[in-house]
């Protein structure tokens, strides 16, 4: 039992970072009905950035480890955010209004381009964060191991994504975002700029994802300019998973992708996992088609 | 918007058109992962193959002639590589060195063999690859079934008696640990757990918790470093305080640098011997070399023996004194004895196989060293 | 009545293809070869991504389903490997058929991931070594070499003939299918599924077939494949294939022949053409696929509003 719940909170952790990059996916398929394949590219761009401005400003040694890693955080979000709409004015806005498969394939172009950009400038070797800058400080309750930074992890990424709930549900901003997901002109009729609107989900939907490659730069230390597609994969699963467009479904979908990965892998088969967590998928889709969370819409033709 | 698309259309057939002007030098080709996964040992072994030439054609070339090294990307990818072969093929290469990797050599060792270049794989140990019959087909590594006696040897010796056995399902690994696991039911070993990871993730905590309730005295990995370092990492994390052992995909600088030094200390593996404890003046001044032009250590062993396979060609084709595809492998078969490798004395045997014990035990120390351990 | 110039520009090509192996070398006729297979697994996806509009990520898994089926056939029972092209077809065609049966109804986007978890399905399973059958990630090896009327093809150059005859009888018989009453069905599916089913068609029947035909010439693909490589392995079968085959149907025009041969062209040509960027030439490749999207967003021929869309120089028509 104890093997159990210690499995349990491996997934959920595992799942809190898929949440936060899912919750990317979700944004921008929401507002232009696209999948983003070039976000867990954003994601790597985040563990990255991260990883030069903590080694060059040497922000942790100055700041102590709080403040430093939240000024290292909210910059790797910035930076990632522009980047995001700096992606989506070149690759995605001139195809607005053409074929949604063809926004896809630019945006896979869009992913190639983006990862072998990081390979040429940091190289191909696995780049590492240096040791030492978290505190390694590891939790037991009832016998169970919990390392401080896994539980600040978890803690950070539900957080966030409340956060980004009530932005969502409870402010100006964030109903004219819902207005232009629910019909891109009739918001416009209504006097919301849906320019502004995509603007600002390519602004907050990266630096969630830049802040999701933050965490595993500074968690797992290991990174590289790969990383991005397996975490790209696993997060657009995760929202598919809680019903795409859907801001609670990405985040119940990613926590719930990993519970079931953790668990699969130890009770079932570790070689088997990923064909595991996809037949789970594959059963939920034909039990309810459009995700758990995602509502019953007839196709938009 | 017509004429873009003709001016695509011979952009790409001028492209394909563009063949291989003859010169007055001898070519060796490199094929090599430059893209990819595995894009940092492709990249290592260009360095190497490249300031080997570089120095070879100092001291005069071979045969009269400046050495040029023709490199071509396999992507890591078993298609890629065989396109990759077949255009070294018309480029008219003496011989080839690569690749990293058993079923990307697999790929394009008939092509080879029927156009008659000789190939020297360097990161390729799955065992059948020399038991086609290939005339024209070497390797300066070590194949998986000697590896994996030598780590059978090594935890019978180092006295563990549960074993948990764990790889990555790739060829290799799971080639590596299927070899270990017969030798040690054999012997009476009790296997307490054989599964396999997916390699490229980050968190391997479920595996590790998994791997932990089967209570083993020492768990083999016979996966590649990142993966290790990882497991290392997290392993330390969990306060779990078993010894690993790992096979020659470990053996790389960056596994303690992922790991952390703490993490890593007292992890052994299997490798053939490190370029550092080599004493012959070659290897030594070879490095130093290496370090003064691209300011760090090459990434891993098998990039050193692309360069063995490099020196084995030129070596060949002066033994022979021809640049001749036959003649060459006739030359390396037949009278390439005891030739100092920077990874130490090369032969080959009649499959093409590297002779000789080659493997080590390290063991990993608390400054993040590899140390050469004698059982 | 005056020849087309589009008919024209296919005669044109056809003659140039036919004697390109006498032009080229080993390395430039191989990689027309793999042009060509792509082109076929392109034509193959077409027909259930371009004409019927369902959305599939996971091409990969049909054709892994017919090269294994070959190279298990051919290594283990002997079965010369053409010999075992039509079962490769049915077996890849039928098990796209009962995979996508319960799941064929889902949304466009839905199904996508789907299908791209059945090719990670059928790749881990290959991996894994199911029934003992596949050699798990060491694949099959030793595969035999095709025998065409007692000639053994080996060459580069004969495997072009054999790919390149391949492709140019399945356009000539996906052409006549674009044109039948199923085809027309099919685009009607695509176009508008509500009203399509309104008008008496049964939705579900024909995305089936459009499934199970497309997979299984996917599924000869992987048979001739085999023959090719003599060795096979799941990692020729990642989801990076399925990817890049998606990649060819969309940026060719979804639904055009002509569009698809173009596309299989470039998206496979052009890494090889940008070998001379070295480390940076997928940096390239990427950019080129973004801005050819950008350029062509319909597709670089789109299938629309013409008779015989399938030769480069049809668009003169339109200028």
Redesign the interface.
Known sequence: MEEFFQQLTNGLAVGGIYALIALGYTMV?GVLKL?NFAHGDLFTYGAYLGLTLLTSLALTDRLGFAAGVLVLALMVMGLVAVLGALLER??YR??R??????????A??????????L??IYGARFQVYPDNILPAATLNIFGLYLPLMRVLIVLASVLMMVALYLFIQKTKIGTAIRAAAIDQDAARLMGIDVNRVIMLVFLVGPALGGIAGLMVGLYYGQINFTMGWVYG?KA??AA?LGG?GNIPGAMVGGLLLGVIEALGAAYISL??K??IA??V??LI??VR???LLGERV??K? | ??Q???V??A??GL?????AGAADTVKIGLMAP??GSW?SEG?GMKKIVELLAEQQNAKGGVLGKQIEVV???DGG????A??AA??L??KGVAAVVGTYGS?VT??SQ?IYD??GIPQIANGST?I?LTEKGLKHFFRTAPRDDEQGRMAAQTIDKLGFKKVAILHD???YA??LADEANALMKKKGRDIVFFD?LTPGERDYTTILTKLKGANPDVVLFTGYFPEAGLLLRQKKDMNWKVPFIGGDATNNADLVKIAGKEAADGYYFLSPPQPQDLDTADAKNFLADYQKKHNELPPSIWAVLAGDGFRAIVAGIAGAKSADGGQISGYLHKDLKNFSGLSGPISFDAKGDREGEVYRVYKVDGDGKFVLQKL | MKPRPEVLGAGAFVALMAVAPLF?????V??LN?IGLYALLGLSLNLI?GEAGL?NMGHAAFYAMGAYTAAILNTRYQIPILWTLPLSGAVAGAFALAVAR??V??????L???T???G??VR??L??DVFGITG????I?GIGRPRVFGYVI?R?EQFFYLIWGFVALSIFLFLRLKKSRFGRALNYLRE???AAEGSGIDTAYYKLAAFGLGAAWAGMAGTLFAAK???I?P??FS?WES?VL??IV??GG?GSIAGVL?AA??VV????????F??????V??????VM????????LPARGRRFPWV??A??LK?
């Open positions: 398929y999948i070149a690759a001139p195809l209004q053409s074929p949604r498969l063809s926004a896809v394939v630019s896979l172009g869009a992913s190639i381009f983006l990862q072998n950009t390979m040429l994969m657009f699963t598919i795409i070689a088997w990923d064909a996809f037949c998928l594959i889709l034909i088609p459009t995700g007839a196709d033709v | 918007m017509k873009k698309l003709w695509l259309a952009a790409l492209g394909i058109a563009a063949a430059m893209t894009a990249q490199t071509e990307d990818d078993p298609r890629t065989s396109l077949q255009r093929t018309t079923s697999e790929a008939a029927e156009a799955a059948r399902s790739t060829s799971k080639g396999a | 080229l070398n080993a390395y430039q191989d990689v793999s991504l959305f319960p799941v109804h889902l949304r466009g986007d839905y996508l991931i789907v791209i978890g059945v990670e399905i881990i399973a991996v894994n798990g990630a060491n694949g090896f080996r580069p508008d599924e509500v490589m003599t060795i392995s990692e020729s989801f990817v998606f990649m969309i940026l979804a173009l062209f470039l040509g052009l890494p090889e053409v940008f070998r001379e070295a480390g940076a030439r997928m940096l490749f990427g950019l080129v696929m973004m999207m950008i350029f062509r967003p319909q597709g670089l480069a120089s668009g003169a200028q």
